[in-house]
């Protein structure tokens, strides 16, 4: 691995061995009004690059080829290049036969400016990354007049959730559609639910219960060859400048229904968290544990549990209590509403369902060929990013904060990178060990 990769095409030969304002009072609705719509159908063709080659990309990247018999991936881009090899070697062994696979070493981009190439390939791009790069790809995709589906979370500080919203704003001038990787929006059991909720079924929402309680995901060791940069981009879950910690980068699916189906961003955030099991450097600085209280504009309180500790309940699930009713809701294609008598209003149970994963590649690309300008995920996908960023600050600090203290600070904490060879933006002290964030002492406002 080269310690500084630029912009460049992977070599023919190693890629072949190695292939063998920020309103608390509503979220933008995904779908737009028909006056607002393109009328030009795209004809032939729909070339897509993808912007970061690890497992979720390489996900997404088939669903696209999946999603419509036009697609064509032209383009790939990663900082690693083993990254690349590998991603295009998965959808090579699944899609060779087909065509759709049309990447190849001179259109497979590699280094911190890699996705620049990739992008201007494309009539559409998938940006799936670590979180911490996501302003910076957007933007550029943005500008460049690219139809986009970008993973979740989009930032993970605020200065980055200004950037989406701003670029955000030029996408719905430029009619792009952007379809935000919170994939419950596009699940039929939520989607039947949220119906019911419009329809007054079990009235106002007064609390609520969100969970995203599990055993926690990999580890990579550092490796004696890796600076300190490039290590932290390949383990980069326990770092906050590009992953947001698991209640961003994770628990957001949770914390973004509350936010759906109240209608609305909180107004403020206090909780708690730490480390129990997390110890050492190749934990970062992340916490395993994180409780929040969300309190809504109109009173409503959302407690928040995110979790990563082996051996311990796990519960990934949403759960609402109304005035009229109640909801218990999970990804598992359940949706259970029952009156507060008791009854019985609506149970979903759909073994047929179509994956939602697929199901926004399906209706983004449907758009697309359509020549329709039908989503803008946007502004649903930096406020809810935005309400766990909120939640983190608030168990990091052990302080309420507010939303409006939040998005007034300059909280930031991505640099500028170029190279493996940069400065990190935490450093390890002596022994090794990261700087963890202290509730009491941790200060964000």
């Known amino acids: 691995m080269k310690k500084n990769p630029k912009t460049n095409q992977v070599n023919r030969r190693t890629f072949m061995e190695q292939s ?40 997404a990247a088939a669903q696209a080829i999946l999603a419509d018999e036009d697609v064509r991936l032209v383009a790939i881009a990663d900082v690693f290049e083993d990254q690349a090899t590998q991603c295009y070697q998965n959808l090579i062994d699944r899609f060779g036969d087909s065509g759709k696979v049309k990447a190849n070493p001179e259109t497979t981009f590699i280094g911190f400016d890699g996705y620049k190439k990739a992008i201007d390939m494309a009539d559409v791009v998938i ?29 993970t500080d605020v200065s980055g959730i200004k950037r ?36 007054n079924r079990i009235g106002e929402i007064v609390s609520g219960q969100v969970y995203w309680n599990s055993g926690g995901v990999w580890v990579r060791p550092r490796k004696p060859e890796q600076t300190e940069l490039e290590y932290q981009m390949r383990n980069w879950y326990y770092f906050n400048w590009v992953c947001g910690d698991h209640i961003v980068e994770q628990h957001i699916h949770n914390i973004d229904v509350a936010n759906w189906f109240i209608g609305s961003v909180p107004a403020s955030a206090q909780g708690m968290g730490g480390r ?10 992340i916490f395993d544990h994180h409780f929040v209280e969300f309190t809504y504009p109109d009173g409503q309180v959302i407690a928040s549990q995110c979790r990563h500790q082996k051996g311990c309940m796990n519960r990934v699930e ?128």
């Open 318 to 445: 949403e759960v609402f209590q109304g005035t009229k009713g109640n909801v218990h809701i999970h990804s598992g294609n359940y949706g259970h509403v029952i009156s507060s008598k008791g009854k019985e209003i609506y149970k979903h149970q759909g073994e047929n369902d179509i994956d939602p994963y697929q199901q926004e590649h399906n209706e983004l690309f449907a758009a697309i060929k359509a020549g329709k300008y039908k989503y803008n995920d946007v502004e649903r996908g930096a406020h809810s990013t935005m309400t766990a960023i909120l939640g983190r600050m608030a168990t990091y600090s052990g302080q309420v904060i507010t939303w409006e203290e939040a998005m007034a600070s300059d909280h930031k904490l991505v640099p500028e990178l170029h190279s493996f060879n940069d400065t990190a933006p935490i450093l390890p002290d002596e022994n090794g060990d990261y700087p963890v964030p202290v509730p009491g002492k941790t200060r964000f406002i």
């Open 127 to 155: 940006l799936t990354t670590p979180p911490g790069f996501r302003p910076q790809h957007f933007e550029y995709a943005v500008e460049k007049n690219k139809q986009i589906f970008m993973e979740k979370p989009v930032a």
């Open 20 to 59: 063998a304002k920020l309103a608390a009072a509503g979220i933008l609705m995904n779908r737009l009004p028909a006056s607002t719509r393109k009328q030009i159908s795209h004809e032939g063709e729909i070339k897509v690059a993808l912007v970061g080659c690890g497992g979720r990309g390489t996900g």
């Open 164 to 199: 989406v919203l701003e670029a955000g704003k030029q996408a719905s001038a430029k009619k792009l559609n952007v379809i935000v990787g919170l994939q419950r929006h596009y699940q039929k059991n939520y989607r039947e639910v949220k119906k019911l909720l419009d329809r």
């Open 276 to 285: 129990e099991v997390r110890k050492g450097p190749d934990h970062g600085q």
